[in-house]
């Protein structure tokens, strides 16, 4: 059996591809608390919690991601993680600004979202109900 150098990391949102590329470590949170993974790790599956992922590319240089909830699947030298939210900073002391203000911007949105939702499902509403009415 050969050892992998390295691993293929794809960390993916809903809509887009926040990081795709080689990491030799990478440690992220679980509901059971923080682990780290090797190229060589056994393949494995574990649900994230919100918290900060951390990449480590092969020059040494770690990459900082805050990522909301998601799943984490390890299968031979890949890892595909899929989170509802994520922003990468580029260094620990920014990313809490960062998460803050990306976070909030999505949250204002999906608020904007679902208002737009219920105008849309009371409309329905309405309009289904003046069907019934007998027209004079």
Do not use: C, Q, W, Y
Not at 113 to 125: G, K, N
């Amino acid at each position: 059996m050969t050892m992998a150098a390295d691993m293929r990391v794809h960390l993916r949102l809903p809509a887009s591809v926040l990081f795709e590329g080689p990491a030799i470590a990478l440690t992220a949170t679980a509901a059971d608390g923080a682990f780290g993974l090797l190229p060589n790790h056994v393949d494995f599956v574990t649900e994230l919690v919100p918290s900060v992922l951390v990449l480590t590319e092969a020059g040494g240089r770690e990459r900082f991601f805050g990522v909301d909830a998601g799943l984490l699947v390890k299968k031979g030298r890949r890892v595909e993680i899929a989170v509802h939210r994520g922003v990468e900073s580029a260094d620990l002391d920014r990313l809490r600004d960062t998460v803050n203000r990306s976070f909030a911007e999505i949250e204002d949105e999906e608020r904007a979202a679902r208002a737009a939702l219920s105008r849309l499902e009371a409309d329905m509403v309405r309009r289904f109900a003046s069907l019934r009415r007998p027209h004079p």
